[in-house]
């Protein structure tokens, strides 16, 4: 986790997941993220901004807190979501500032993406 003194903004997300393969070859293709293992049951992610992680640690749980993702051209997210094995389980909509959708990784995690105007 970072340790870059972020005093009360959102700092690292975890997932549980199946098989951290796959995870990282879902949000490297659908979102560009680097990743870096620690160990077998450990990957860290992030997108340039945020870290966070994925661990076969505990069962995948879809569901929890949703995670909103900002892209420049939501069609093109959209597209790169789908190609990579994603599932929208929401359409594109109005949402304040912008559009969104929502996806689901292929855990069965359920996030959005937004994009502004």
Not at 60 to 68: A, C, E, H, K, T
Not at 104 to 117: F, I, K, N, R, T
Request: some cysteine.
């Amino acid at each position: 986790m970072s340790t870059r003194g972020t005093d009360r903004q959102i700092d690292n997300i975890e997932f549980n997941v199946a098989d951290i393969a796959r995870s990282r070859a879902f949000y490297g293709a659908a979102f560009g993220w680097t990743f870096t293992d620690y160990g077998p049951t450990y990957c860290e992610f992030t997108d340039g901004r945020l870290t966070g992680g994925f661990t076969t640690g505990g069962s995948s749980r879809p569901g929890g807190p949703l995670v909103i993702l900002y892209a420049d051209d939501l069609t093109e997210a959209q597209q790169r979501i789908e190609k990579a094995g994603g599932r929208i389980v929401k359409p594109t909509s109005p949402f304040p500032g912008g559009q969104r959708f929502h996806f689901a990784d292929p855990d069965g995690y359920e996030l959005a993406v937004w994009s502004a105007g």
